[in-house]
């Protein structure tokens, strides 16, 4: 039987893979990535660097598919993600099928963690849905660029015995005041409206990288900064990974 | 001046560890590690296993000091979670004093991640605050049970675009309805009463060992049998390390 590994990778430091990792590459006969266009294939050149520098055999295939197109305004937004699980679905069934010998094994390498808003694990669950093809799925985790932000700022995430909340920028903006430690991610234009500047906020980009860009204080007065520094970051990369923790002031 | 490495190794199985893990476990002088009495002497002995197995040059210092006393049912929380870190820190310091030389490299060994519910953090800033020695920390994230939790049941730990929550046994009771996916940590005696039965459980212990349990279902239905297997399994270890996650009903 085929055997599918969803290989956490961390957030763009080859050396946040893991032991179990690296051993779970070393089984993979082909890798599969989406290729995001131009912009993004830095994300795909790490992924390939992880492959030429951990595996100890050669031959790997790396077997690369443009990644479906995505309504990035949508009028429905779960419609529209459902509308693009199912084409990745079928994508991802096709390379499958097609690179995949009965009993080989694939990897996706994941950025960040399988668990945490990637869609792999879905995608994969809808192609064995459909029947067409059989497969074992293996999860191993890898570093998120909570963690990842966490580390780089040294802080803990939270104050002590408190929660943690993990949310997009999207829900962030839905969601009433922040009143416990909140971790914001994929917040694709980050205004920080309608938000206490009281807060502190630990601010991250491309994390664990040789570009990573830190900046923390008092919302009220790095705001503008943060808006600043990401803009122009995103210009000169062609794209931006970031991610922030607000943390309420003491009570 | 003096480094000390808080280094995240996972939650039991050695291949957590990261490569960045490695780099700084192979950069220290001295591990530094608190005995917290036998029946928890297995995580002691994974940190030793780490060293020894991925430790390049020998010589590496394992220092091991007793824990200090806690009360584990304080009248006042905060207060006894203070005292402790006091004695905690006035322990670090002693410990830092005498055994790493000026230039030297300390670590620590973390369970999980240096950010997620660890206090090692906390208290090398007090060590730092209160004067008497200096040193560098550098902070490497490590697989959490979190993620270790998701990856044995192969789940996202959150539907399509929604938050997710980490917090405590402690908290979960005093907060009100699970609203959102919820993963529930240092819950040293899950009840699970006043939680709504429809609620999706996925529970798991000693995740990533060889002694790793799983169970998942309606709350209402395997609540008893998590009980269950939970009292057996750590009169069995003399300890246990779990978690959960708890998944509202689809709207």
Not at 33 to 41: H, M
Not at 112 to 119: E, F, I, K, V
Not at 187 to 204: Q, V
Not at 224 to 246: K, P, S
Request: include cysteine; hydrophobic fraction near 40%; glycine fraction near 10%.
């Amino acid at each position: 039987m085929r055997t599918i590994h969803l290989i956490g990778i961390g957030t763009g430091n080859p050396e946040h893979l893991t032991l179990q990792g690296i051993r779970a590459l070393n089984a993979t006969d082909v890798v599969f990535a989406l290729d995001k266009g131009e912009a993004k294939s830095g994300l795909n050149a790490v992924r390939r660097t992880i492959c030429e520098r951990y595996r100890e055999r050669p031959g790997c295939r790396f077997v690369e598919a443009p990644d479906p197109e995505r309504d990035r305004r949508p009028a429905d937004y779960g419609l529209a993600v459902d509308d693009w699980h199912a084409a990745r679905a079928t994508l991802y069934e096709e390379l499958i099928a097609t690179h995949l010998g009965a009993d080989e094994q694939g990897a996706f390498l994941v950025w960040g963690d399988p668990a945490l808003y990637d869609s792999t694990l879905r995608i994969l669950d809808r192609v064995r849905a459909r029947g067409r093809i059989d497969f074992a799925v293996s999860v191993v985790p890898g570093i998120t660029s909570v963690q990842a932000l966490a580390a780089s700022h040294r802080i803990p995430l939270h104050r002590i015995g408190e929660p943690v909340r993990i949310t997009t920028g999207r829900r962030l903006r839905e969601a009433g005041p922040v009143d416990g430690a909140t971790v914001v991610m994929l917040d694709g234009d980050p205004r920080f409206d309608g938000l206490d500047p009281a807060l502190t906020i630990y601010w991250g980009a491309y994390l664990g990288t040789p570009d990573e860009i830190l900046v923390s204080g008092r919302l009220g007065t790095v705001a503008d900064d943060i808006r600043r520094v990401r803009t122009e970051a995103r210009e000169r990369h062609g794209w931006i990974m970031d991610i922030y923790l607000l943390v309420p002031p003491e009570a």
